[in-house]
């Protein structure tokens, strides 16, 4: 039987039940400890490799009581292995963020190409296996798996280890437990949580829900051998780029098994996460432990945050090729007159004027950015007017953004029609 529900779905049930509760009480599990630059960092997803086996028959379950079940959730213990892709509709990521580094992709200037924040850009795109497993809040570790080589970040407890086994170099730092272990406590970078696992993702999508969502229980399925039902959140409002989100939860343990994000512009999903298979056991402990090989490259945080600054002192300045429109480029922008939401939900758009009213650069001058990286940008723009004047669309499946002559960027998860109403309505 596929158990469909209305009841329980209104918009104050739902955030109610989601806002809260998974926010709070679920938010670290199963967060690997890692970071992806750029403005796919919160949107990699897994390959459709796991397509539904079966129909099982479970006893119905309103969309309320299945939100409460994965909020409920205890599981703190797995292993698995996850496929990855990811279709947001620009070019591949991988080779942009080589453009850094003068010379080829070896990682940045004085750092390491173990360290997650430059080697996990690459998840942003195309399709990856991981093998993921989890013993509690201190203890994870994923590993990115390549025809011929091994990617792993290992946390436990307040180390942190990175492993590029293609380059054997190593990355080491330690978080700082008396700020929750997002930072080093001189300041220096270390991984950031991310969604490695369905379960992260789900619950990012579930603090979106709201008055402004639908949320409904819409069928079963087989997910990784094991039956579960499947949550399916729609925005209510149209402007979106957001179709829908699906998640399949377990029927028994109510963990999140498999994510798909489908986009209102149709085709494949943007971003589809799930187990190829996965085991609640406890695994071994020999997985979060580690010590770099023998003629292994090991970089500590500390020594990359100094030579960085050393650098700076020097008067050397690595290259800027940050994207327009990118999370980057938009915290500087913000640092101007501030940022104003329009709208709300799915719908909302940021409004955000450039420091000093000065006009965005959206057609660089020849040299300021390497052809790939020019080829790149203009590979996914689009020239627009409207009563605010002109400007430019810099669009993906997912998050698009407007940057206007007179020095204004409205982005969100919207269409580029949504954006030129809100520029047009605020001119």
Do not use: C
């Not at 009480?25 to 990699?44: C, D, E, F, L, W």
């Not at 437990?177 to 970078?189: L, Q």
């Not at 229980?217 to 990784?224: C, E, P």
């Not at 006009?359 to 020239?383: R, Y």
Request: hydrophobic share 35%; charged share 20%.
């Amino acid at each position: 039987m596929a158990p469909n529900d209305s009841a329980g779905t209104t918009g104050n049930a739902t955030d109610e039940a989601t806002g809260t509760t998974v926010g709070r009480r679920k938010a670290a599990r199963y967060i690997v400890p890692v970071a992806v630059a750029g403005v796919a960092a919160a949107t990699i997803g897994l390959v459709p490799a796991l397509a539904d086996t079966g129909d099982p028959d479970l006893p119905e379950i309103t969309a309320q009581q299945l939100i409460e079940k994965i909020a409920a959730s205890d599981t703190e213990q797995l292993s698995g292995t996850v496929k990855i892709s990811t279709d947001l509709g620009i070019p591949s990521l991988g080779g942009i963020a080589g453009l850094a580094v003068p010379g080829g992709g070896d990682g940045p200037q004085g750092g390491s190409s173990a360290d997650p924040q430059q080697k996990l850009t690459e998840l942003a795109s195309g399709t990856h296996t991981l093998r993921v497993a989890a013993d509690g809040p201190d203890k994870q570790r994923v590993s990115i798996l390549d025809s011929a080589a091994e990617y792993s970040v290992i946390r436990n407890g307040d180390q942190v280890w990175a492993y590029d086994s293609k380059s054997n170099e190593a990355y080491h730092a330690t978080e700082d437990k008396a700020s929750g272990g997002a930072e080093k406590h001189d300041g220096a970078r270390t991984p950031q949580g991310v969604p490695a696992t369905p379960r992260a993702f789900a619950e990012e999508a579930l603090k979106m829900a709201g008055p402004t969502t639908s949320v409904t229980v819409d069928g079963t399925a087989q997910v990784a051998g094991r039956d579960a039902y499947k949550l399916v959140i729609k925005p209510r409002q149209g402007g979106s780029t957001i179709g829908a989100i699906t998640v399949a939860v377990d029927a028994k343990n109510g963990v999140p098994l498999k994510f798909t994000l489908s986009p209102s512009s149709g085709g494949k999903a943007a971003v589809d996460a799930g187990f190829t298979s996965v085991d609640f056991a406890a695994p071994a402990a020999s997985s979060f432990t580690f010590t770099p090989p023998k003629g292994a490259k090991v970089t500590e945080a500390d020594e990359a945050k100094t030579e960085g600054q050393a650098e700076k002192k020097a008067g050397e300045r690595a290259p800027d090729f940050t994207v327009p429109g990118g999370p980057a480029g938009l915290d500087e922008l913000a640092g101007g007159k501030g940022v104003k939401v329009i709208g709300e939900g799915w719908s909302a758009i940021a409004e955000i004027e450039a420091p000093g009213g000065k006009a965005v650069p959206t057609s660089p001058k020849s040299g300021d950015v390497p052809p790939a990286a020019q080829e790149f940008l203009d590979s996914f723009g689009d020239k627009v007017t409207g009563k605010f004047g002109s400007g430019t669309v810099f669009r993906t499946r997912l998050v698009n953004a407007l940057m206007t002559d007179d020095g204004k960027v409205y982005v969100g998860l919207v269409t580029k029609d949504a954006l030129v109403r809100a520029a047009d309505n605020a001119a």
